[in-house]
């Protein structure tokens, strides 16, 4: 396993910017998980999709996100209109359909001021 | 979606001592139950899972117990180590999503 890649690792932006992160799954992980963790939090789960399809997204998630995974292979996240609650650690996450087991990536570090 | 409960928050334990951590959750239909280490920096990595259908699993010195009919588990770490220091955090899956718990945070004093 070359582990699961996120970029970037750390974000700053200014409220109501627009910001895009990227995830690399391991090649051979067929589902990918987008998790939001703050601080002294648990990963809070946001959305999954097996390949490209995207099957659950959280009923917390507003509007203004919205996740790709096109041709099944890497994802990406946006954020639009970020505001000062946005800012957390997101972190990415893949598996196979045979494994239980969840790979996260390292995160990015979200800085909304 | 606080499904699983965890405590403690925080724990500190002498080097060489038992830590143990306690999770709790609700929904029967969960089928599987790990832990994951989380260090500063770091995206939380898998230390040991276990399934409803066995009431202990040991790998090393990290031991899960389970009571299905409480709806319960734990995390036994024993001979704590400093390495050891480091966020846990109980999780349960339901199909392909795992919910995970707030955390404890370990301090393992040398």
């Known amino acids: 396993d070359t582990g699961v890649s996120q970029n970037p690792r750390h974000k700053i932006t200014k409220r109501g910017q627009n910001v895009t992160f990227r995830c690399d799954p391991i090649?051979?992980?067929?589902?990918l998980y987008w998790y939001r963790q703050t601080l002294g939090q648990g990963p809070e789960f946001l959305t999954y999709?097996?390949?490209?399809?995207?099957?659950?997204k959280s009923r917390l998630l507003s509007d203004r996100f919205s996740a790709e995974r096109p041709k099944g292979s890497f994802s990406t996240l946006e954020i639009q209109r970020t505001e000062q609650g946005d800012s957390a650690m997101y972190l990415c996450?893949?598996?196979?359909?045979?494994?239980?087991?969840?790979?996260f990536g390292s995160g990015t570090q979200l800085s909304v001021l | 979606q606080q499904q699983v409960k965890q405590s403690p928050q925080s724990l500190i334990v002498q080097k060489g001592g038992i830590s143990i951590i306690n999770c709790a959750y609700e929904?029967?239909?969960?089928?599987?139950f790990p832990w994951y280490q989380q260090f500063p920096g770091k995206g939380p990595a898998l230390l040991i899972a276990?399934?409803?259908?066995?009431s202990e699993k040991k790998e090393g010195r990290f031991t899960i117990s389970f009571n299905k009919s409480a709806k319960q588990f734990s995390l036994h770490i024993m001979d704590s180590q400093p390495g050891d220091s480091a966020t846990y955090f109980c999780?349960?899956?339901?199909?392909?999503?795992?919910?995970f718990g707030a955390g404890t945070r370990l301090f393992v004093k040398a």
């Open positions: 996450a893949s598996t196979s359909d045979t494994r239980r087991k969840l790979f």
């Open positions: 090649s051979e992980h067929n589902r």
């Open positions: 999709f097996q390949n490209e399809a995207q099957l659950e």
């Open positions: 929904n029967t239909a969960f089928d599987y």
């Open positions: 276990i399934r409803p259908d066995v």
């Open positions: 999780a349960a899956r339901r199909g392909f999503k795992t919910i």
